[in-house]
């Protein structure tokens, strides 16, 4: 029989319980005394302080209810507990998700039926909870405000004061209290309450309303106009059924708390090499670079490697530009040891191209550049950079790096001081193309696309000058790319 | 094995009605049969979760028909890793779901039918849903011998498994979801549904096997169109409404609300992964080929992030402070092949530069990745 008419009070709407039909409820459950489920006018706008109407229980510690399984359907039995969303001490409210059980392939969802904080949970995960018998214990608020009052209907829009509720961020507010504050507009989250365990009492609402507005609201829980700011005379006029807006330069009940959580994934994995590359004395070279004429040849070929499904960008040239540069100077793609004792000359030129992924930092390489065509390490680029869209880039793709550049400018900015990664010994960092005016050899102003590097180098293997004439010769194959067929092998 | 066809043949056959303007939450008459335009799973789902959330189907129940580009469905609270190969499934681009209904593992993909039935709590029944579905079999054809099993599958002949059922009850309202199988590549669901993983240990639901078969192998007029057609116009008989398939568009904001919003909660790590119930893997495996000696590996994760790990050599082919720095450095991380990747980089650069141990900690590392 409390099943049948438990069913039919779920097949309302909502919230429209009302108090007679909880009374029908509550005879299942043992604890809560008819009394209190008696309708409280809301005509009166001195509101319930929850002590007040306590009777036979104590002020300190309200009712203790046992939530029990409610009557799923099918003839269902029992169930296994798959999740609990609550923990013993967590404060609920009316329709919070208490836990997930499993039964015969349907996933069902336990909402709370009170508000309070659960003292008692009576199954552990994996354990077969059976319907009629206690799943929960909630510690209620005696008062109960009157359910009478029309409330959220079950198509509700306004995601931040349902989920307010469901999210876990617990603020205890009854459902008209909740009403008033989603009618004009209020996070309960910046509203400070008085009432017990940091409730929030319509009180509260309307004190906040009134330090926003500078006016005393009229009592009712309708909406009503909100007396103009004295303030601002902007406001002409106030559309009659729509919330007043918060006038932003009124100081806000900042309410935010410091959140801390732990270190992992990506950003561990940078903690890591970060605090390992500190141990390299690094030194810092910059200089700009002219790229007129490579804007100029890139464009040309673009559309050449778009036929062969390739999209061509500005990586490939600096990297084969670099790797021209290191064959030159093989010590920038070195690795010294531990101590620093021996330095190992890398036949391959390896170069890593750093990512900015969803995740995080991730720097996959491309293999033996020294050995690729301009539009091979375009074509090896486009891979990487697919994979690293999707997360997944293998360890081979990662490890094996010799020399990195790092394109920041695809992001912005002009200089840079990059970090070295170890075991390498050196880094470079492009900055954003930006079209400047240069004066050209015969001394006339012309407008050129400039793009400035910043390297980094370990100075315990490596000199400013060293570092100067590699870049200088890289910079000198960028400005007049045809040199480089000269020394492409 | 695959019967091609566009999407276009699809929506020419359906009888498209105008959109309410005021949506879909005041509907005059006894119910609704909707289509769905897209073959995305996680909006797909985020329909099922709005219609769940936010339609009162107070005599109104709702008839949901879609259908999804290839995708493996998990059941609530089931383990991916115990389920499916994940290692296939990305190199074969096929995506990984995991609905809020109970049940088992289902493969999808677009010769396969999804049909979701959502009514109010106290009218939840889904022998009734099978039953209609039979129907609406033998409406298109007669000798087609479907029966419903206790476990609510459908088996063809008898013997056969063409369709699957889950669902979710909610606080008023609840949804009963099912398969039906036309013309599924069942190549691909075989090879996909098959766990590679070893030593897994866990409470998770664990899905029952069956022996399936495509409709359309029986009855090559077992198109899907003409399946949904068949099945939306016994609905409509049975609620006595009008047959008339609405499609919507499960990305439209303005008829649905913070669907988005759903639909990317769906697609999260946290969600999909994180979600699986508390499990441990006890494994082994050996180097190389030509080693003897085994490592053995023992993870223990929650919430999709690993708790503890111990990776144990036991010849001492590998040094014991190597191995316990990996192990540490894994705990807290996501048990997931890119997280591991970056993190064993990491290590890598301080690790010494001896060639032999350098080979083997790479070796080491990739094997460990492949339980993920």
Known sequence: MAAARVLRSWSRSARHLSCVNHIQICRSIHAVKPKYTCLFGYSSFQFSHP??????????????VQFKLSDIGEGITEVIVKE???????????????????????????????????????????????????????????LKDSEEDVVETPAVFHDEHTHQEIKGHKTLATPAVRRLAMENNIKLSEVVGTGKDGRILKEDILNYLAKQTGAILPPSPKSEIITPLPKSEKIQTIPKDKPIPLPVSKPKVFTDKDRTEPITGFERAMVKTMTMAMKIPHFGYCDEVDLTELVKLREQLKPLALARGIKLSYMPFFLKAASLGLLQFPILNASVDENCQNITYKASHNIGVAMDTSQGLIVPNVKNVQLCSVFEIATELNRLQKLGATNQLGTADITGGTFTLSNIGSIGGTYAKPVILPPEVAIGAFGAIKVLPRFNEKGKLIKTQIMNVSWSADHRIIDGATMSRFSNLWKSYLENPASMLLDLK | MLIPFSMKNCFQSLYSLKIPTAGYKNIAKGGLILQSASNNIYQNLAVEDWIHDHMNLESKPILFLWRNSPTVVIGRHQNPWQECNLNIMREKGIKLARRRSGGGTVYHDMGNINLTFFTIKSKYNRMENLKLIIRALNAVQPQLDVQATDRLDLLLDGQFKISGTASKIGRVAAYHHCTLLCNTDWISLSSVLKSPYQGIKSNATPSVPSLVKNLLENDDTLTCEVLMESVAAEYAAYHKIENNIILISPTDETVFPGINKKAEELQTWEWIYGKTPKFSINTSFNLSEQSYSEIKVYVDIKNGRIEDCKIDAPDHSLPLEMLDKLSTSFIGNKFCQSETSVLINALLRTCPKDYELNTKWHLLCQKVKSIM
């Open chain 1, 51 to 64: 002590h007040r109407l306590l009777r036979t229980t104590s002020t300190v510690s309200g009712q203790i």
């Open chain 1, 84 to 142: 609990w969303y609550v923990k013993e001490g967590d404060t609920v409210s009316q329709f919070d998700s208490i836990c997930e059980v499993q039964s015969d392939k349907a996933s069902v969802t336990i909402t709370s039926r009170y508000d309070g904080i659960i003292r008692k949970l009576y199954y552990a995960l994996e354990d077969t909870a059976f319907v009629g018998k206690p799943l929960v214990d909630i510690e209620t608020e005696s």
